[in-house]
């Protein structure tokens, strides 16, 4: 057994010098945070076998004195000064150039538009103010033409609104259903009492109508996996293709800027006014 003893003997050997370490630490920590070198009371430690970290939160405070935390929330908050707020940025003209590269790096059209302007102002040696006028004209440029080409995305708002509106009616409303069927379906009408409820309508009408619907439902489906895939083997889907040509075209237009001001700013201005 002697074996044994000798090694708790050690191990609360350790603890112990452990134990004088910390309570020195804590004492000259706190003596330094609040000040006031005496004014803590410290417990007495358990037993080193029985030694937890719960039980090292000894450090107690006489009356008057404030724990750390407690003297960390007294510290009085700091705040902007005056000047300090008079420096603030308010509008992009105002950030610094690595401040407006980080809104740019997000893609915020208007920090690429001020991006361009000071473009402009260094290649034409004008003022901001001036500059203005060659921005304007480059936006312009840059939506030229892109009102018919944007007659894709137009044509399926459009489908996804009225298909929405007209699904439930055509569906459910007995008189939209008859209707609807004498005209493109021609199929039997149920039984009188069959169309009682907007349910049994639905019943009847789902006959034609789940066809279209679920073909339709499916052909999205593939458009969005072949989508996709374009995507995952680096092609460019209509969209994508349509920024880049605007943005080729713009830079074609004005050689004299920097390439990459332009393409991005072109990338990010929207379609049309």
């Given at each position: 057994?002697?074996?044994?003893?000798?090694?708790?003997?050690?191990?609360?050997?350790?603890?112990?010098?452990?134990?004088?370490?910390?309570?020195?630490?804590?004492?000259?920590?706190?003596?330094?945070?609040?000040?006031?070198?005496?004014?803590?009371?410290?417990?007495?430690?358990?037993?080193?076998?029985?030694?937890?970290?719960?039980?090292?939160?000894?450090?107690?405070?006489?009356?008057?004195s404030r724990m750390f935390s407690e003297s960390a929330q007294s510290l009085p908050a700091r705040v902007p000064s005056i000047e300090t707020s008079?420096?603030?940025?308010?509008?992009?003209?105002?950030?610094?150039?690595?401040?407006?590269?980080?809104?740019?790096?997000?893609?915020?059209?208007?920090?690429?538009?001020?991006?361009?302007?000071?473009?402009?102002?260094?290649?034409?040696?004008?003022?901001?103010?001036?500059?203005?006028?060659?921005?304007?004209?480059?936006?312009?440029?840059?939506?030229?033409?892109?009102?018919?080409?944007?007659?894709?995305?137009?044509?399926?708002?459009?489908?996804?609104?009225?298909?929405?509106?007209?699904?439930?009616?055509?569906?459910?409303?007995?008189?939209?259903?008859?209707?609807?069927?004498?005209?493109?379906?021609?199929?039997?009408v149920a039984e009188p009492e069959d169309l009682e409820t907007w349910l049994e309508v639905g019943a009847w009408t789902w006959n034609w109508m789940e066809p279209p619907i679920g073909q339709l439902s499916f052909l999205l489906?593939?458009?969005?996996?072949?989508?996709?895939?374009?995507?995952?083997?680096?092609?460019?889907?209509?969209?994508?293709?349509?920024?880049?040509?605007?943005?080729?075209?713009?830079?074609?237009?004005?050689?004299?800027?920097?390439?990459?001001?332009?393409?991005?700013?072109?990338?990010?201005?929207?379609?049309?006014?």
């Amino acid at each position: 057994d002697g074996g044994p003893c000798q090694g708790r003997r050690r191990l609360v050997k350790m603890f112990g010098s452990l134990r004088g370490g910390l309570v020195t630490a804590l004492k000259r920590g706190a003596s330094a945070v609040s000040g006031r070198s005496g004014s803590f009371a410290f417990k007495s430690f358990p037993a080193a076998s029985s030694l937890s970290i719960a039980q090292c939160g000894i450090l107690s405070f006489a009356p008057g004195s404030r724990m750390f935390s407690e003297s960390a929330q007294s510290l009085p908050a700091r705040v902007p000064s005056i000047e300090t707020s008079q420096n603030m940025a308010r509008e992009y003209s105002q950030m610094s150039n690595d401040a407006l590269l980080m809104y740019v790096a997000q893609g915020d059209h208007d920090a690429h538009r001020e991006r361009l302007l000071r473009e402009i102002m260094v290649v034409d040696n004008v003022t901001w103010k001036d500059a203005h006028k060659r921005l304007n004209e480059m936006e312009a440029a840059s939506k030229r033409g892109m009102f018919i080409a944007t007659v894709p995305f137009k044509t399926g708002i459009a489908m996804g609104v009225v298909g929405s509106i007209a699904a439930v009616p055509l569906v459910f409303q007995l008189d939209t259903a008859l209707w609807f069927n004498e005209y493109f379906v021609t199929a039997d009408v149920a039984e009188p009492e069959d169309l009682e409820t907007w349910l049994e309508v639905g019943a009847w009408t789902w006959n034609w109508m789940e066809p279209p619907i679920g073909q339709l439902s499916f052909l999205l489906l593939c458009l969005q996996f072949a989508r996709n895939q374009m995507l995952n083997y680096g092609a460019k889907p209509y969209t994508a293709r349509l920024k880049q040509y605007r943005a080729s075209r713009l830079c074609s237009s004005y050689p004299q800027y920097s390439r990459s001001i332009v393409s991005e700013f072109a990338m990010s201005c929207k379609w049309h006014d």
